[in-house]
């Protein structure tokens, strides 16, 4: 086991200011992998000062420079990438297949991105008779969730810095020796002290001290809908801004014409990636009634390839696993039929649970309007495109999506009425330069590529 006794403050690693610490298991074998600082607001208070006091230097810095850091920065993480993945795996428990594919590969492209973005983007422009200026908000306070830990690491910390930002990290307790490993990148990117600061710690003590302190000046935060709240709370308090990524009930539409093998399997493939853990997932199959048993047939088909502690990994911990084995008993109370999985224990160590997909849902159940976060697929079937839109819209999210045609012209003109932030087109293509981010209570703002990096610029309009 490992003992992690530092925070990385001002460009060093230093001990915390209390003795408090947290525990990281790893979820596939339920043993004590590691442990990292408890971060209190004293911890918090200090990354913050850091942060504050390299702000005028940084942001002065060219673009060019910062972009020359970022490209470092993305040179080290691919140095580092396996070391990447198979620290997820031990933390998370992800497949390390799909460790090193997405959750060490996709922040990649993505740090790539922000160092071309940050040589390539007009900080300055001229609208009519004036200048405008597009420079950094000042300190940011970002806050992580354990699902994909790196990638929401860098979706925040790659354009804070392209835009002249220094920042404090303050990842999920569950996940925090990645959030370790991408602070040891940073110190070999030559990124100067306090532009980045690194501080573990539990949500309601350090969490809270960041999202609410006087020095921060934007508060990035993903996670659920109901600590989103809370965070944008403090956040209206001290009339700073907020980005807000949240929760999502995404919609899997298949309209008749489309290729329902191919829909069906691509859908029961992006519910079960991640083990559920996904805010975007397509958890929410609408299926045409006349082709409904079919499709039912074909999931619960595709779902049952996915062997726990084989393609399946668990969920991150008991907690989470007991709240989704929760759902599958509600779901079947209130009427769902289980045509995969179910609620019932796995054997052996591990918080798995068993790759489930519900027929016979209707849009009122809990299991259609709640996010499961598990690896739980509903399947609901509509009468009309009319029916389908009124049930893809029908809750109170709206993150993301997919819809399914003949052609990709009625894809599109179908996905155009839907109330939700990005959205798959006959399986399109994952696009780190695209933005992405939510309708209604999925959050306010967006991440990745040039609507990521706006998030953390402010104009300024000069007169001549």
């Known amino acids: 086991m490992k003992q992690h006794d530092a925070m990385y403050i001002d460009g060093s690693w230093r001990p915390a200011a209390g003795s408090d610490t947290i525990e990281v298991v790893n979820p596939a074998d339920e043993q004590v992998i590691a442990t990292v600082p408890a971060g209190s607001a004293e911890d918090v208070d200090a990354a913050v000062r850091a942060a504050r006091a390299a702000l005028p230097g940084w942001a002065a810095t060219p673009p060019e420079e910062r972009a020359d850091r970022l490209a470092a920065?993305?040179?080290?993480?691919?140095?580092?990438?396996?070391?990447?993945?198979?620290?997820?795996?031990?933390?998370?428990?992800?497949?390390?297949?799909?460790?090193?594919?997405?959750?060490?590969?996709?922040?990649?492209?993505?740090?790539?991105?922000?160092?071309?973005?940050?040589?390539?983007?007009a900080f300055e422009e001229k609208i009519?008779?004036?200048?405008?200026?597009?420079?950094?908000?000042?300190?940011?306070?970002?806050?992580?969730?354990?699902?994909?830990?790196?990638?929401?690491?860098?979706?925040?910390?790659?354009p804070a810095l392209a835009a002249g930002c220094t920042m404090v990290l303050k990842p999920a307790e569950d996940t925090p020796l990645v959030a370790q490993l991408f602070a040891e990148c940073v110190d070999e990117a030559g990124i100067p002290g306090g532009v980045f600061n690194l501080v573990t710690g539990r949500g309601p003590v350090a969490g809270q001290a960041l999202a609410g302190h006087d020095g921060v000046d934007l508060v990035s935060f993903t996670g659920s809908t109901t600590v989103g709240r809370q965070i944008g709370a403090l956040a209206g308090a001290a009339v700073k801004r907020v980005a807000?990524?949240?929760?999502?009930?995404?919609?899997?539409?298949?309209?008749p014409g489309a290729d329902l093998?191919?829909?069906?399997?691509?859908?029961?493939?992006?519910?079960?990636?991640?083990?559920?853990?996904t805010c975007s997932a397509w958890t929410r199959m609408l299926v045409h009634e006349d082709r409904y048993a079919e499709a039912v047939e074909l999931a619960a088909a595709a779902a049952a390839k996915y062997v726990p502690g084989e393609r399946l990994g668990p969920l991150v911990n008991a907690r989470q696993q007991g709240r989704v084995?929760?759902?599958?008993?509600?779901?079947?109370?209130?009427?769902?039929?289980?045509?995969?999985?179910?609620?019932?224990?796995?054997?052996?160590?591990?918080?798995?649970?068993?790759?489930?997909?519900?027929?016979?849902?209707?849009?009122?159940?809990?299991?259609?309007?709640?996010?499961?976060?598990?690896?739980?697929?509903?399947?609901?079937?509509?009468?009309?495109?009319?029916?389908?839109?009124?049930?893809?819209?029908?809750?109170?999210?709206?993150?993301?999506?997919?819809?399914?045609?003949?052609?990709?012209?009625?894809?599109?003109?179908?996905?155009?009425?839907?109330?939700?932030?990005?959205?798959?087109?006959n399986g399109g293509r994952f696009?780190?330069?695209?933005?992405?981010?939510?309708?209604?209570?999925?959050?306010?703002?967006?991440?990745?590529?040039?609507?990521?990096?706006?998030?953390?610029?402010?104009?300024?309009?000069?007169?001549?």
């Open 73 to 121: 920065l993305h040179g080290r993480l691919t140095e580092r990438a396996e070391e990447i993945a198979g620290t997820i795996t031990a933390e998370l428990g992800s497949p390390l297949a799909f460790s090193t594919a997405v959750h060490a590969g996709v922040p990649l492209a993505v740090s790539a991105s922000y160092a071309e973005l940050a040589r390539t983007h």
């Open 325 to 425: 084995r929760g759902y599958i008993e509600q779901g079947i109370a209130q009427g769902a039929r289980v045509v995969a999985g179910g609620p019932e224990p796995v054997d052996g160590p591990g918080y798995y649970v068993r790759p489930t997909v519900f027929a016979d849902v209707t849009p009122e159940m809990t299991i259609a309007q709640e996010e499961i976060f598990g690896p739980v697929l509903t399947i609901l079937k509509y009468q009309d495109e009319d029916d389908a839109v009124r049930i893809a819209n029908g809750t109170v999210y709206g993150l993301a999506g997919a819809v399914w045609a003949g052609d990709d012209a009625e894809a599109a003109a179908f996905a155009r009425r839907l109330d939700t932030g990005q959205i798959d087109i």
């Open 431 to 464: 696009n780190p330069l695209a933005p992405f981010g939510g309708y209604k209570q999925s959050g306010i703002g967006r991440e990745l590529g040039p609507h990521g990096l706006a998030e953390y610029l402010q104009t300024k309009s000069l007169q001549f």
């Open 128 to 158: 009519g008779n004036s200048t405008v200026l597009h420079e950094p908000v000042g300190v940011v306070g970002a806050i992580t969730p354990w699902n994909y830990p790196l990638h929401q690491i860098v979706a925040k910390a790659a």
């Open 244 to 255: 807000l990524e949240l929760g999502g009930k995404s919609a899997n539409v298949i309209l």
């Open 261 to 277: 093998a191919k829909a069906v399997g691509v859908g029961v493939a992006n519910v079960m990636a991640n083990s559920g853990q």
